[in-house]
């Protein structure tokens, strides 16, 4: 994702939710945005065990739940050199997640992630028979890869429960409160009673957890550091995982070693047919650059 201007919300007030008033936001610095939600494989193996779904999204977690595993993602990713410290994993901000889901600098404008046709690109519950989230990658990616940031599993975002303002913001971060934000709608709901969920602009409040909450991970500069740097390489080992990802994860500790070559993330743009290419650093931004959350054993870059 690279920096742009984008207007955040809408002046829909017909919603559970307010989304209003449209507003300006400027995002200053670049960032990758998952391709899917992380997976039941990914959580697993992070978490230090084995087993999983490699395609269906991890749910019933909490916000907390989310920024914990975030964290112990860096720590793992930072130990085997996949990562620096100057960038971490992080649940997307709620504005890094709306620019992304409306396809960034690429949007093309439409009211879903990637059509206006909800069927092209969401689960919902009339087109998956069921209530409760499916495999990931069923439908249409949008604009830059990414996938079900419409429907499928409701997604945590690094936000707290409030109103937007008017003003125009840049890096805008909310304030605490006892209830956060989840984005993207779920196959819970029906679209025929509740299509502005599903929307890039709609919003749901929620304090807890059920089996249709799920979230994606975005890799972010990390201020601690104290790095702001736009030609920051931060991601720069990655490409020494080669032609295979099995070898870097040899000295990791305390992540599951059983998962060893399946998780690990990577970045990637497409090359053609089922092969992605390493990208070394975060300062060769493409569209097409996306986390890739779930990496096949047997894998060859082009």
Known sequence: MEPGTFTMGSSNRNVQFSESPAHQVTLTQSYLMGETEVTEALWNAVQGSSGGSTTQPQTSVTWQEANDFAGKLTTAARQVGLIDNTVR??????????????????????????????????????????????????????????????????????AYAGSYTSAAQTDPVSHPSGTYVKRGGSNYHRFSSES??????????????????????ALVY?????????????????????????????????????????????FYKQCGGTQFLPIPGMEERRHRLVLRTVIPAAWTPC
Do not use: C, H
């Open 89 to 158: 994993f992080a649940l997307p901000t709620e504005a890094q997640w709306e620019f992304a889901a409306k396809g960034g600098n690429l949007s093309k404008g439409y009211l879903y992630s990637v059509s206006n046709d909800i069927n092209d690109v969401a689960v919902t519950r009339e087109n998956s028979g069921s209530n409760s989230p499916t495999s990931v990658k069923t439908k249409q990616p949008n604009e830059l890869g990414l996938y079900d940031m419409s429907g499928n599993a409701y997604e945590w975002v690094d």
């Open 196 to 217: 502005y969920l599903f929307t890039t602009t709609g919003r749901y409040f929620y304090s807890g957890t059920d089996w249709t909450i799920g979230f994606r991970l």
């Open 222 to 266: 990390d201020s601690a550091a104290g790095n702001t740097a736009q030609n920051s390489s931060g991601a720069n080992n990655a490409a020494q995982t080669g032609t295979g990802t099995g070898n870097t994860a040899q000295s990791a500790s305390g992540t599951g070693n059983a998962a060893q070559s399946a998780w690990y993330p990577l």
